[in-house]
């Protein structure tokens, strides 16, 4: 059939145009798009007015041939198609490259042109026609169905702005209700705490109460017992003081009967009995060791404080056996001299038998006494010291008092310019002594020019300014006294801890004492005051007098109460005892030659006599004995020689032996030393240079 034929050359053009290139779906109203979005607005083609020019007059042409096919064409397709504009095609008459050809032969060619131009012509507008009204429709459709799909969609926005609003709404409801469900237990959890955080609070205050109650109980308790102890302590004290005052007693009258003893024992070697003499020196032997027994105790319980009940049995125990060796060498005695008169009778009976039978009327003559041989003990030591002994040394303390007076107006002075002076002095008197050593002997001639220039009442640098004695008129004293306690407390400190430090100290002590004797007297009363053993002097205690001011008396450092221990004791006391060895053994060599030591090695010896004479101390007369022959037995032996050996040979053979009765065994230290000492010297018949002595080639550095 034509129309067919038409129909799939119609499908074939629409297929090979634009338009059909197009990609249509199905299902694009499902999937909300939009199909003319892609499109372009309609618009008129530009042949258009080509069209008009030549192509409507043919129009009736074109109406046949539609007329002849409108059996397959729809009219509704007919009646559109005329309102499509037709494509243009150009005619052969004015188509600028048609050739060139003869006339007849021309119009046929034009003729047989223009009917299958009118035939193509007519076939395009039909085509066109229903593309358009294809598109049409489509269109119409598409926004139909479009504006259905925005009602739908609009409808479900609607709808669901609603159900969101709603959901919003109850949301809202129930974050509202959520919140004040929190809040009510929030609520419920503070109103808990706080009831619980006030129960802790009154259960804190009732602890707190009864704590308090508790503490009160205790502080009473401890107020009590403070005050217990304190009344124990007072009463300890009390007991301590009566029972030191007892073994003082038991001390005096053990001396007594040992005084006794010893004038028995020298009335009773009148009798001239051998035998006799040797009971007699057992007696005095025994007598010295319980003398020594009851000392020991003393010093024991001043060490740890008080007595104790028993140290006061064992002084008892001593007495007793004191009384007992007493009233034994006078049943002794008696014996002794009933035995003598027995024997006067029996020997005056024979004389007188004798002169009978020989008829004789002269006199009976008696016989002679008998030398006694030599003892092999020494007298009874003294525990005192000598008389004079002890003027001088409370002349020396009486000097110092006098000087410490004279200068009470510069210490005690609120002035502020008195104040400076008084600093100023104490630094140029007391700083050059703590610079004394032995680095040169240059070095040390500084220092004592320095020193003398200011005892002499020159101005010297101190501290970067001048400084004179003249500055005030208590100046001199105040000088002369802190110097010479600084010496003293070299000795005490640097000597203690350095013995090679006592030269060069004492060298210049020695030096200034020749210059300045007042200074070298408070320089013996400083240090009689702080080591009484450099007198010789063993206080006693005496009735009244505190315990705290006699161990202070003693040598012994007390702060608040408490006593210092048995080492520092000893070494402080070892220090001065050094100093004062190798002060009496140097003189400085840059002075007179030829004038007298201030206090020379007599004074040495002196003190070493009476040290041996003096009932020996435990623990003490040991190791101030080892210092003092370690630094200054040298020069004792160099000035006295054979005399100072009988001495280091009696201190040997019958010193140490007391030395070791007094001595408990866990202070047999010092013994040993001194004795190995001792030993030492006498085996090799000298005794060594002491340690640190200064040589001449000391003073040419």
């Excluded at 798009?33 to 043919?58: A, C, I, N």
Aim: aromatic share 6%; proline share 4%; hydrophobic share 35%.
């Amino acid at each position: 059939m034509p129309s067919e034929g038409r129909c799939w050359e119609t499908l074939q053009a629409l297929r090979n145009s634009s338009k059909g290139q197009l990609c249509y779906y199905r299902d694009w109203l499902q999937r909300g798009e939009d199909v003319l979005e892609d499109l372009s607005p309609p618009r008129l083609s530009s042949y258009s007015g080509w069209v008009v020019d030549h192509v409507l007059p043919y129009t009736q042409e074109s109406v046949a041939l539609s007329e002849t096919s409108s059996s397959s064409v729809p009219t509704s397709a007919l009646d559109q198609s005329s309102l499509v504009p037709r494509s243009p095609v150009q005619s052969p008459a004015f188509s600028p490259a048609s050739p060139t050809v003869p006339d007849g032969a021309k119009g046929k060619q034009e003729s047989r042109h223009a009917d299958s131009k009118a035939r193509q012509s007519s076939r395009g507008v039909s085509v066109e026609g229903c593309i358009w009204m294809y598109e049409l429709v489509h269109r119409m459709r598409g926004k139909e169905g479009l504006r259905q799909w925005q009602e739908e969609q609009e409808q479900k926005v609607h709808a669901l702005s609603e159900m969101a609003s709603e959901q919003l709404k109850r949301f809202d409801e129930l974050k509202m209700l959520k919140q004040h469900k929190e809040f009510q237990e929030l609520q419920e959890v503070m109103e808990r705490s706080t009831r619980e955080v006030l129960g802790h609070q009154e259960k804190l205050k009732a602890e707190h109460h009864h704590r308090a109650k508790i503490l009160n109980l205790k502080l009473r308790e401890a107020e009590q017992q403070r005050l217990r102890k304190e009344e124990q302590e007072r009463l300890r004290k009390e007991e301590g003081q009566g029972r030191l005052r007892t073994l003082y007693a038991l001390q005096e009258e053990v001396l007594q009967l040992n005084q006794q003893l010893e004038a028995s024992a020298s009335s009773a070697s009148d009798l001239h009995r051998d035998p006799l003499q040797l009971d007699l020196a057992a007696f005095r032997m025994r007598g010295n060791q319980l003398c020594s027994l009851i000392s020991s105790i003393i010093r024991a319980t001043l060490e740890s404080g008080y007595p104790t009940v028993e140290n006061q049995a064992e002084a008892k125990r001593a007495l007793q056996e004191m009384r007992d060796l007493c009233t034994s060498l006078g049943q002794e005695i008696s014996r002794a001299c009933r035995e003598k008169r027995q024997e006067e009778e029996a020997d005056r009976a024979k004389l007188q038998d004798s002169q009978m039978q020989q008829g004789l009327g002269a006199t009976p003559r008696t016989p002679g006494p008998s030398q006694s041989p030599s003892r092999t003990q020494s007298e009874g030591l003294q525990m005192k010291v000598q008389e004079s002994t002890m003027q001088w040394y409370q002349q020396l303390q009486d000097a110092a008092a006098q000087c410490m007076s004279a200068f009470e107006g510069l210490t005690s002075s609120k002035d502020t310019q008195t104040k400076k002076v008084k600093m100023d002095l104490q630094k140029a008197a007391t700083i050059p002594v703590s610079q004394i050593s032995t680095i040169a002997g240059s070095k040390l001639k500084e220092i004592f020019d320095k020193i003398h220039s200011l005892l002499s009442g020159k101005p010297i640098q101190s501290g970067g300014h001048c400084v004179s004695i003249t500055q005030n008129p208590q100046g001199l004293d105040f000088v002369q006294y802190k110097l010479a306690e600084k010496f003293v407390k070299q000795g005490e400190e640097e000597v203690a801890s350095h013995h090679e430090a006592a030269f060069p100290i004492a060298v210049v002590a020695s030096g200034i004492w020749e210059l300045h004797p007042r200074v070298g007297d408070l320089i013996l009363a400083h240090l009689h005051k702080k080591c009484p053993y450099s007198v010789p002097f063993y206080p006693a205690l005496r009735e009244g007098m505190a315990l705290e001011d006699y161990q202070r008396m003693l040598g012994y450092q007390v702060k608040e109460s408490k006593v210092e221990q048995q080492d520092n004791f000893l070494k402080r006391m070892s220090g001065m005892i050094r100093l004062y060895a190798a002060i009496i053994q140097l003189r400085w060599p840059y002075g007179n030659q030829q004038a007298t030591h201030p206090h020379g090695l007599s004074h040495g010896w002196r003190w070493l006599a009476q040290v041996v004479n003096m009932e020996p101390l435990s623990d003490v007369t040991a190791t101030i004995l080892f210092d003092f022959l370690e630094v200054c037995g040298h020069a004792l032996v160099k000035q006295y020689q054979v005399q100072f050996w009988k001495m280091v040979l009696l201190i040997k053979e019958e010193y140490l032996l007391r030395i070791e009765a007094v001595t408990s065994s866990g202070q047999m230290g010092s013994f040993i030393r001194l004795k190995q000492f001792l030993e030492k010297c006498l085996q090799h018949k000298e005794i060594p240079v002491p340690k640190g002595f200064l040589t001449s080639s000391f003073w040419r550095s």
